[in-house]
């Protein structure tokens, strides 16, 4: 299954066994001087060790087959496969190398020019057919809480068939979020208009922004008190909130796993259901999907119909701490006297590069301490759909930060992805309250207890 071209003048340069649409850029992989300041940075060659499981080792690897000199297969897919996209490496390296427009480039080569086993293409199938789909979730979550609640789950682990699971379904079963049916079957307003709050004399503190709501597709079932507190705590702070209701998924996880036309088409029908509402910002509190979305310029740049649309758009996308850092509060903050860990989802602090505003905004709460985890930088293993296709790596990641959160004895831990929240929780043998910063902002404003 592999492309090879010609050498004539006119043909496109050599792509060994990636085609010609979009290989992995000559130019970027030279960038790479293997130096090795990106190996600490990187969760699989801290778990493995192994040369080929770093980022300069999958650089080679693109570069080799790029050039005919090795081959498209199963050990490089393996390799490739076992990146989480967590682009820890981006910020560690010191010459500037773009390991993530790499890896992205390679990922629909690989779904384009590999074979992958019939396993594995039914679950990831699976995957797709189900998780960007918020009318498919929700019978999925009236089922997954009947399985909890009528004890069906504590008698598979008594007979022990859990264990007997392949490790894909184990982590599938193991990382279901117990939902509560009534905020699962809830649809955000499309118009949430901003609320009095009794406002300070500061003429800054009273400006008001109309914010569009993306609310996303597992966020918005499984995570639906998140995006509640999202519209509550916008709304106290004087802003209006749209949420469009036709849109749909914005597109992440299918770029993530190489489904490069999937999530293109999703990109052009989110743009299409905010481009006629008249918003000056359009909020997420989703990572993952933060960082899709401020990259939409670049996924539609060689669509003419939409360049331009999805430059616009991105230019508007802020993370909900982003937002919030902006905007002088307006809201008085009641106290939480309680000591927080504070882990960086991956795709807010390296893809987006947003480490402080989330800190920021929690200091804005009386009494509340931040505190800094262990290996702060390190992936906790969910990474879009890894610790579902990646089970055994993400479950060393898991426990690896759950070991680091419990180190510091903190009353509950708060992390801004959805992914990450399940991921901590799953691998926390004490239980403790796992939280969207958003939650805690939102509890300070209306005066209860986050947990």
């Known amino acids: 299954m592999t492309s090879q071209h010609g050498g004539t003048p006119d043909a496109p340069a050599p792509t060994g066994a990636f085609d010609a649409h979009h290989p992995p850029s000559p130019e970027l992989l030279s960038d790479c001087v293997h130096c090795g300041f990106c190996l600490p940075a990187c969760p699989t060659y801290t778990l493995t060790g192994e040369e080929m499981n770093s980022p300069r080792g ?5 570069k080799l087959i790029s050039e005919g000199e090795a081959p498209l297969d199963a050990a490089a897919v393996g390799h490739f496969d076992n990146c989480l996209g967590c682009m820890a490496c981006v910020p560690a390296c010191p010459s ?18 590999w074979a992958r086993s019939r396993s594995d293409r039914v679950f990831r199938e699976l995957i797709f057919r189900l998780f960007p789909y918020p009318r498919r979730l929700r019978p999925a979550a009236v089922l997954g809480a009947l399985y909890r609640r009528l004890g069906v789950r504590r008698a598979l682990e008594r007979t022990g068939l859990l264990r007997r699971l392949p490790a894909r379904l184990r982590a599938l079963e193991a990382l279901m979020p117990d939902v509560r049916l009534r905020s699962a079957l809830r649809r955000t307003p499309e118009h949430t208009p901003a609320r009095t709050t009794g406002a300070t004399s500061d003429p800054a503190a009273a400006a008001r922004r109309t914010v569009g709501m993306v609310t996303g597709c597992v966020q918005q079932v499984f995570f639906a008190p998140v995006n509640e507190a999202t519209v509550r705590v916008l709304t106290a702070e004087g802003c209006d909130v749209v949420a469009p209701r036709s849109q749909g998924c914005c597109g992440a996880l299918s770029e993530h796993a190489g489904r490069e ?6 990109a052009r029908r989110l743009i299409d259901a905010f481009e006629p509402l008249e918003v000056d910002v359009i909020v997420i509190n989703v990572a993952g999907c933060g960082s899709a979305l401020k990259e939409y310029g670049r996924l539609l740049a060689e669509d003419p ?3 331009e649309q999805a430059a616009a758009f991105a ?6 701490s982003e937002l919030l850092a902006e905007l002088t509060p307006l809201a008085p903050r009641h106290p939480v006297p309680a000591r927080i860990a504070h882990h960086d989802a991956c795709h807010l602090a390296h893809a987006q590069g947003i480490r402080e505003q989330p800190r920021a905004v929690l200091r ?3 009494e509340l301490e931040v505190a800094e985890i262990g290996e702060a930088d390190m992936c906790c293993g969910s990474a879009g759909v890894y610790n579902l296709v990646q089970p055994e790596s993400a479950e060393e990641l898991g426990r690896r930060k759950a070991a680091n959160v ?3 004895a903190p009353d509950a831990v708060v ?3 959805p992914g990450c929240l399940l991921q901590i929780a799953r691998h926390l043998d004490k239980p403790l309250p796992v939280l969207h910063p958003v939650q805690v902002i939102d509890a300070s404003i209306r005066g209860v207890q986050p947990w």
């Open 58 to 62: 999958r650089i080679y690897q693109m």
């Open 96 to 113: 500037g190398v773009q390991y993530d427009r790499l890896i992205e480039s390679v990922r629909p080569q690989i779904e384009r020019n």
């Open 261 to 266: 036309e999937e999530a293109r088409a999703r």
């Open 305 to 307: 119909d939409y360049r």
């Open 315 to 320: 230019a508007k996308i802020r993370d909900i």
């Open 364 to 366: 804005t709460v009386p």
């Open 406 to 408: 419990r180190a510091i």
């Open 415 to 417: 992390t801004a992805n």
